[in-house]
């Protein structure tokens, strides 16, 4: 199994795209945290004017450093979807099982390997924003790591992005088609889902509902706060709750994808 997962990181870490990614997850949170740091920092966003994600230092904190989050888990669903899709697209899947016949063993290092990819791509990206953040917080004054669940969202931000890896592992293979499934998976991901889910945060019966989607399950496990049309905070999960509905999702796609791998006719 060692040597699969090897071999998995190996297809991956050999090409530019690691690289080309990485600076992208980087420069994104630098971005980010900058930006939102000076926003919710200023004069015009203090006081009862303060939205309800930056009340506190706590608050405030895990926001900046989690700003470049989306972005992040966008690049590494991305990445989940490239590493199947590419090789069904330039047909190296059937040297690969050739190379290792057990198909379950294949994606199981498929899977380690995301996960450690997305660790990976977590701490580039909190070294952008938790470096630029801590900046911009300290020189307005504010505390960065006051609080001890600062540094608990920062630990779960590399697992939010494993996750989102793994979504997009299964995504990768639900969809046979890999442009298709990158358009669809961000277009959705992106645009579609955190619309849908401010969207039914209106009417009461779908406050219920809202919780259990992908982007407020992130939300809440990384202990940041979303709002709605009306300014008001959205009900969320517990972090813990917020974790376990997300590595639901990905356990889903992965399992839905493993399983039609494992059983479909490769030539």
Avoid: C
């Amino acid at each position: 199994m060692n040597a699969v997962i090897r071999s998995e990181f190996r297809k991956f870490f050999t090409t530019r795209l690691w690289w080309g990614m990485a600076i992208a997850v980087f420069l994104s949170g630098v971005a980010f945290a900058t930006i939102i740091g000076l926003v919710f920092t200023s004069g015009a966003m203090t006081g009862e004017q303060a939205p309800v994600y930056a009340q506190d230092d706590a608050a405030l904190a895990k926001t900046v450093f989690t700003s470049g989050i989306q972005v992040g888990y966008l690049l590494t669903l991305a990445i989940g979807i490239m590493m199947i899709g590419s090789e069904y697209r330039h047909e190296t899947i059937t040297a690969t099982f050739l190379g290792t016949p057990r198909r379950g063993r294949v994606m199981g290092a498929k899977v380690v390997t995301l996960l450690g990819i997305g660790a990976m791509y977590g701490i580039v990206s909190l070294l952008g924003s938790v470096g630029a953040g801590t900046i911009v917080l300290t020189a307005r004054g504010h505390s960065a790591f006051g609080d001890p669940s600062v540094w608990r969202t920062l630990a779960l931000s590399l697992l939010v992005l494993g996750l989102w890896a793994l979504i997009g592992l299964g995504a990768g293979i639900l969809i046979p088609n890999q442009v298709a499934a990158l358009l669809i998976s961000i277009g959705v991901a992106w645009i579609v889902e955190p619309i849908l889910g401010v969207v039914l945060a209106i009417p009461s019966w779908g406050q219920h509902i809202t919780p259990y989607l992908p982007s407020q399950a992130t939300s809440a496990t990384l202990g940041t706060v979303s709002s709605g049309f009306d300014g008001r905070a959205v009900t969320q999960l517990a972090w813990w709750a917020g974790a376990l509905v997300l590595a639901g999702y990905a356990a889903v796609m992965a399992g839905l994808g493993t399983w039609r791998t494992v059983r479909a006719d490769i030539s």
